[in-house]
């Protein structure tokens, strides 16, 4: 199983500003994704990380509002560029790990972006 | 395009019932299917997949799904339900590469 670490876990910011986001994973992984919860609604797959080349970014999602990095096998993180109120929404970093045998899709605790 | 649907946004069960949250798919190709849950204040937590063999697939918590493919259904299913059971399932495709798209999920509400 992958263990997560994911933050910061929640934070408010000013419009125009921006917000990195980390997480780190406990082993090794071949790909990492972003995804986006916004209030009331279902998760959003913003792009997957793989390490030693870019991002590979949904329909709807860019790299100049949304850059990641992926500099190892462990670690990513998701800015969040040039914030407005609508980006308010909880941010989620995944990885698909085995567990027992089984692969699935972890996620970390997320991160609750107010923007104001 | 895929496309995950879960066409109720909440369902009302009494505890002690049994339960059925739906999901249906729209794919190409042989898709890995899933449900996940999230508790209030907690992350998502998975319940179960199906990949290939037998269409019912048991999870965590007692729950249950039947994968039907000439309906393009994958249900949650679950005997009796508990009151703890009460939170937000999503149901979710995935592919390969590990990208996964989710359905829009379904507030399950079990009253005592």
């Known amino acids: 199983s992958a263990v997560i670490s994911q933050k910061p876990s929640r934070d408010i910011c000013q419009r125009g500003t921006s917000l990195t986001i980390q997480c780190q994973v406990d082993s090794q992984v071949t790909m990492m994704f972003w995804y986006r919860q916004q209030p009331g609604q279902s998760l959003t797959l913003i792009a997957t990380?793989?390490?030693?080349?870019?991002?590979?970014?949904e329909s709807g999602f860019v790299i100049d509002k949304f850059p990641i990095s992926r500099p190892n096998l462990t670690f990513s993180t998701l800015t969040v560029s040039n914030m407005s109120p609508e980006d308010s929404s909880i941010y989620l970093c995944?990885?698909?790990?085995?567990?027992?045998?089984?692969?699935?899709?972890?996620f970390g605790s997320g991160t609750q972006l107010s923007v104001l | 395009a895929q496309s995950v649907a879960q066409p109720e946004d909440q369902v009302n069960v009494a505890e002690g019932n049994p339960l059925t949250v739906k999901c249906t798919y729209s794919v190409s190709g042989n898709p890995y299917l899933f449900w996940y849950v999230q508790y209030p204040n907690r992350g998502l937590q998975f319940l179960l997949k199906y990949i290939t063999g037998d269409n019912l697939v048991k999870g965590s918590y007692g729950f249950e799904a039947e994968f039907n493919k000439s309906q393009t259904s994958f249900h949650l299913k679950k005997p009796s339900a508990l009151v703890s059971d009460s939170a937000l399932y999503f149901c979710a495709v995935s592919y390969n590469l590990g990208k996964f798209y989710f359905g829009s999920g379904t507030k399950l509400n079990v009253k005592p």
């Open positions: 990380a793989n390490q030693g080349s870019e991002a590979t970014y």
């Open positions: 995944s990885v698909e790990s085995l567990d027992r045998g089984q692969e699935k899709l972890f």
